[in-house]
């Protein structure tokens, strides 16, 4: 390991230097790079294979995806809650389209909890108390409308 630390301790320095981050930094970015290649019985180090490139360029290749993952630690543990735009803190609606049901393929009841739960955003004892039903008669219809509508669509795939 110590003919690698030159490779290693260049590397991140390098990095470091480049993403405008203090140099001092460099000497964590190697600890990490050390600590990853002697991590869990040396696995990452035996993963190693002399055909497809020399031990430095590997050092290298390692050394700089430790010094990326240790900037990217570092600019998260730094971040404000306050300086995050809230667009980017936003929960994207991932509905894009709604699925077509073949009218007759779920009850009137099955459709209808499903209806509650998925286009009205209700949970379970909201759905219930709408229905003036138990809970476990919603969560059983939901079930079975849910095994219908895998097993029609298994059958179209």
């Given amino acids: 390991m110590a003919a690698a630390a030159p490779v290693i301790h260049a590397v991140a320095r390098r990095v470091v230097a480049a993403h405008g981050v203090p140099v001092e930094e460099a000497v964590d970015v190697a600890q990490d790079v050390f600590v990853r290649l002697c991590a869990d ?12 490139a020399s031990l430095g360029t ?48 779920l009850t009137e009841r099955q459709a209808l909890v499903l209806r509650l739960l998925y286009d009205r ?11 003036k039903v138990d809970a476990q008669t919603v969560r059983s219809t939901h079930h079975k409308a849910m095994l219908r509508l895998r097993d029609h669509f298994r059958i179209e795939a």
């Fill in 41 to 52: 019985d040396r696995r990452l180090l035996k993963t190693y294979d002399p055909a497809r």
């Fill in 121 to 131: 955003d209700m949970d379970v004892a909201e759905a219930a108390a709408f229905l």
């Fill in 58 to 105: 590997w050092l290298a290749v390692v050394a700089r995806s430790c010094a990326v993952d240790h900037l990217r630690r570092r600019r998260q543990a730094h971040a404000s809650l306050d300086e995050v735009p809230e667009s980017a803190a936003a929960v994207e609606d991932r509905h894009v389209e709604r699925l077509n049901i073949p009218p007759g393929l």
